[in-house]
């Protein structure tokens, strides 16, 4: 196939595909090394993110828990209150959003650690680990809105997993039996 047999779809994947490389450029390996170091220590982790993000994180919260880790979405009505010897892993991409940030203040005055996963490179005091997933601000983008953000979370969990899974010496049978069955 020719590069003039290609649909604007087609095109629009290539640009994507683009953003998420300049992402993956630009992510410090130290602050996916610090979250995923914390989500190995943590007695349990629980994750909090709203809209779209909220979706990627429970992605996130079921590749963790096929792996071993006890791990719950905040709001959920199964997520127990959370404590000291737990991580608190929140995101937002302007580190701005309400449900979230009254999350990580619950999660510090408890003695959980927290996490923050962000577009912006700004702590807003209420976390022990920063990674920034520099969307729309040092990445540009085409994509609409939160788009590159929530795709780059995505991959960027699955990465992570992937560390977590290989640091704590899981076979991926063991993956697959955690694996939903009731469905």
Known sequence: MSTYDRTPSQERLSVILSELRDIADAV????????????????????????????????????????????YVAGETSAPSIGQGDLL??????????????????????????????AVAVNPGLSDILVTIPARTAVATLQHAGSLFEQSLLLIGDAIAWQVQRSLRVEDRELDERHANLQ
């Open 89 to 118: 892993v929140a995101v937002s991409a302007s580190a701005k959003t309400q449900a979230t940030l009254t999350h990580m203040d619950v999660a510090r005055r408890t003695g959980a650690k927290v996490a923050l996963v962000s």
């Open 28 to 71: 410090d390996p130290a602050e996916l090394q610090a979250l995923t170091e914390a989500l190995i220590a943590a007695k349990r982790v629980f994750f909090s993110g709203q809209g779209r993000s909220g979706l990627m994180v429970r992605a996130i919260a079921i590749r963790l828990m096929h792996i071993g880790l006890t791990v």
